[in-house]
């Protein structure tokens, strides 16, 4: 399960896998330190796109860290760090994922809103996690039949 989590979280130019507000992302760039995706959003939310630079990718310390650049939205100096633990659960390998932001207060909002609704999706985003990985780990330990 470990693997699949890391594996998910570290396609930069992948979201949309697991975080439900985006519908599609292009990347600029090699995939490197640097790279630059422009993130389409769904409706629902105060924003329909997000320009956002790769800043860290550590895969031996399943660490990623970006911060958006850009978009018509209101998270000004985002930045975000997600590291990946292994953790046993329930006797076996899982994941523990934890992402943490930076983030200006935008004008109109208090640190309690802003944090409320960055905590909310991030929250959604990890709760999609799950699914998906627990998805594609029980479709692989589920035997296929052939006719």
């Excluded at 630079?53 to 310390?61: A, F, N, T, V, Y």
């Excluded at 523990?96 to 909310?120: H, K, M, R, W």
Aim: glycine letters at 6%; one cysteine or more; charged letters at 20%.
């Amino acid at each position: 399960m470990f693997f699949k989590v890391w594996s998910a979280v570290r396609r930069f130019d992948q979201p949309q896998k697991y975080k439900p507000f985006v519908s599609r992302c292009i990347v600029r760039g090699d995939f490197k330190i640097g790279s630059v995706r422009e993130v389409n959003v769904k409706s629902g939310l105060p924003a329909t796109t997000s320009t956002e630079m790769l800043e860290l990718l550590d895969d031996q310390e399943h660490v990623l860290g970006f911060k958006i650049v850009g978009g018509d939205h209101r998270l000004k100096n985002y930045s975000s760090i997600i590291t990946v633990h292994p953790e046993i659960i329930d006797g076996m390998l899982g994941a523990l994922v934890i992402e943490s932001f930076v983030v200006d207060v935008p004008e109109g909002n208090t640190q309690d809103e802003t944090c409320y609704f960055v905590n909310a999706v991030i929250n959604c985003n990890l709760k999609s996690l799950a699914i998906v990985s627990e998805s594609t780990a029980l479709q692989l330990l589920t035997p296929v039949n052939r006719l």
